[in-house]
Every structure is written in structure tokens, then in C-alpha cells.
């Protein structure tokens, strides 16, 4: 159980944890439902805590909201600052995008850990209680951070639950991670506030694109031998089907996969997306499909038909609503004017 130890300033070594995490199997939502709360008497619980939740596998119970949390990847950082935690914030890390203009004062708030992961060590030095990871690889046991060290030094973690979810994903796995976070933290209404803004978005996008006929859609991600592309499995799949469009892998059934640029042409998509992140630019990426031959006659490369979507919106986080608004207007911009 955890929840908001503060620890003396101790070299790495020395942090040994007072309290202990149960591991198991579960779903991803608390299993308590309390109402939240803070500003409990010295001694006392806030309302609705302890706080027991299941989250891919671990099972963690929280005695009391987390005062000392570090966000890691740019989904996860966003939910918290969404909801308005940046005070509950020690440091934050690896940040694929520009952090969203609307969170940026509260973002230059919180430290930068490191620009990729930290290590293990230097978590530890910012006396953490709560770790929250947006991919699974923040808790990458050959790095030393795994979800079991963590516990053993009484530090609480979460990871987005789009990493151990079972497709098809819908906007209801979007709604429980920013439930949980406020909940583990205390503040259910700023769920209720902030999802009823982020539906909004969707609703909106909707009532525009009733009707209309979806485009055959190829998401390129990545790959020059082949084409590492959005499959079935993931948010970005359903985010495509919201902002009307049809994804021609569909049938893989995982968030990403590889396929030859044969059976992209196969397929023939009318619109390419391009996932737009890391170093490569993304008008280098459509020069090299506009040059490959494998694609010479597919519908998207003749009239060269592309969609752009920074890849921080494609996975599961506050940002899906307006990623959905932004492809649906590149592909339809009709509806939009």
C-alpha cells in the first residue's frame, strides 16, 4: 500500500521502501469508488481513500492522493497537467512534440528529468511516490525500473492502459485513464470537466461528418524496406474511423505492424496518413513514398493525397479528441468550412 511518503534525502542505495505492492491480475479501473477528496485532517484519509486499483497486472492501493508524482512520455505528462496536477508534479520526462500550448505555463512548472528516460538513480533522487508511464517502456526491467523495484522503495506506478489492453480500442478506454489519474489523485470532478470538454470536440466532429463516405486510409509510420504501419489494435484505428476514414490494415491485430510497400499498393489507399515524429521530416517521408516505385500507381501517391498527424495524438491521451478533429478536416475539409 502507498500513499504520500516523503522520504529524507538519502543516497539511491538507502531508499528502502517501508511499504510493499501487491502484484496480480485485474482489469484497469479502482476497484474503490470513493469520491476523492483532500484537505483531510492530519491522520485522517481524504475521502475516498485508500484507493485500490488494478492496472495491468499490478495492483496498487494508494492510502492517500500522491504528492511527489513523475510523469514520463508526452500522453501521460498531458493527462496530468489536463487535470490540472502540476503542483502533485517532481519532474517529467521524454516528450515526443511541443507540449500543448494551453498547458505550457503549468508544464514550465514541473522539472525535466531527462530528455529521454531516466535512470533508475535519478528518479529516485527526486523522491517520487507515484511514477506514471505513458508507454511500457518506462518500466523496462532490464533498465532497472521495473514496476516490482519501484514498489520495493514504496513508489506507486501506473501505466496508460492502452499498453495492455485488448483491441479494438474505443474512446471509453480514453475516459477510464483520465478517471483513474484523477481518482488516484483525488479529484474525480476535473475528469468529469475535462471529458466533458474532450466529447464535445468529438460530438462536434460527428454531427459534421454524418453521412459521409469513409476514405480508404494507409497510415505510414515508418520504414524502407518496409512500411511499419497503425493496425487494428491501437486508439489510432479508432481515431481514423471517427474522423472518417477507413484503415486498410485494419485486420492486423496490434497497434503497429509491418507490411510490404506490395500490399500497400494492393490495397491502394486514397489518402496516405504520415505519423510525424523523431528526426525524419516529414516531407522526406513523402518524397521517399512519392519515389517508390512499389507505390507508382496507387490512388494517394498519384494525386498526392497526405494527411499528417503528430504521433504524440495517435496514442492514448487528451489529445486523441483534437488528432480526430485535425485528420477529419485533412480528409474532408469540406465539412469543416
Known amino acids: 500500500m502507498t500513499g504520500s511518503p516523503t522520504f529524507r534525502r538519502l543516497p539511491a542505495a538507502l531508499l528502502t521502501g517501508a511499504l510493499l505492492f501487491a502484484t496480480g491480475c485485474g482489469g484497469d479501473s479502482p476497484t474503490d469508488s470513493g469520491t476523492g477528496g483532500a484537505g483531510a485532517p492530519a491522520g485522517e484519509a481524504p475521502d475516498g481513500f485508500p484507493l485500490t486499483v488494478e492496472n ?21 505528462t498531458e493527462v496530468m497537467l489536463a ?12 516528450l515526443d512534440d511541443e507540449i500543448l500550448p494551453e498547458y505550457r505555463d503549468a508544464y514550465d512548472a514541473v522539472p525535466v528529468v531527462s530528455e529521454r528516460y531516466p535512470s533508475y538513480e535519478a528518479l529516485l533522487e527526486l523522491e517520487p511516490d507515484f511514477v506514471y508511464g505513458g508507454f511500457s517502456s518506462t518500466f523496462d526491467a532490464q533498465e532497472g525500473r521495473s514496476r516490482e523495484t519501484f514498489a520495493s522503495h514504496s513508489i506507486a506506478t501506473h501505466l496508460n492502459v492502452e499498453e495492455c489492453s485488448d483491441p479494438p480500442l474505443d474512446i471509453d478506454l480514453m475516459d ?48 524502407e ?17 471517427r474522423a472518417g476514414g477507413a484503415n486498410l490494415f485494419a485486420d492486423l491485430d496490434k497497434a503497429f505492424g509491418d507490411v510490404s510497400f506490395e500490399q500497400v ?3 491502394a ?11 525524419q521530416p516529414v516531407e522526406d517521408k513523402k518524397n521517399f513514398l512519392l519515389d517508390n ?45
Open 56 to 76: 495491468c497486472g499490478t495492483e496498487v492501493t494508494h492510502e492517500q492522493p500522491p504528492e511527489r508524482a513523475v510523469a514520463l512520455n508526452q500522453h501521460a
Open 83 to 94: 487535470l490540472g496536477l502540476e503542483d502533485s508534479m517532481v519532474g517529467t520526462g521524454y
Open 176 to 223: 477510464r485513464e483520465v478517471r483513474d489519474i484523477a481518482r488516484i489523485f483525488g479529484v474525480p470532478e476535473r475528469a468529469d470537466e475535462e471529458l466533458e470538454r474532450l466529447h464535445g470536440t468529438l460530438d462536434e466532429v460527428a454531427e459534421r461528418l454524418e453521412g459521409v463516405e469513409p476514405v480508404d486510409i494507409f497510415v505510414y509510420d515508418s520504414g
Open 225 to 241: 524496406t518496409t512500411a511499419f504501419t497503425a493496425g487494428g489494435g491501437g486508439i489510432g484505428n479508432e481515431m481514423i474511423n
Open 265 to 267: 499498393a494492393e490495397r
Open 269 to 279: 489507399p486514397e489518402v496516405i496518413v504520415i505519423y510525424d515524429y523523431g528526426d
Open 293 to 337: 516505385p512499389a507505390l507508382k500507381d496507387v490512388p494517394a501517391i498519384r494525386e498526392e493525397r497526405f494527411a499528417v498527424l503528430p504521433l504524440s495524438s495517435t496514442v492514448l491521451g487528451v489529445r486523441v479528441p483534437d488528432g480526430v478533429e485535425s485528420l477529419a478536416r485533412q480528409l474532408h475539409p469540406d465539412r469543416f468550412r
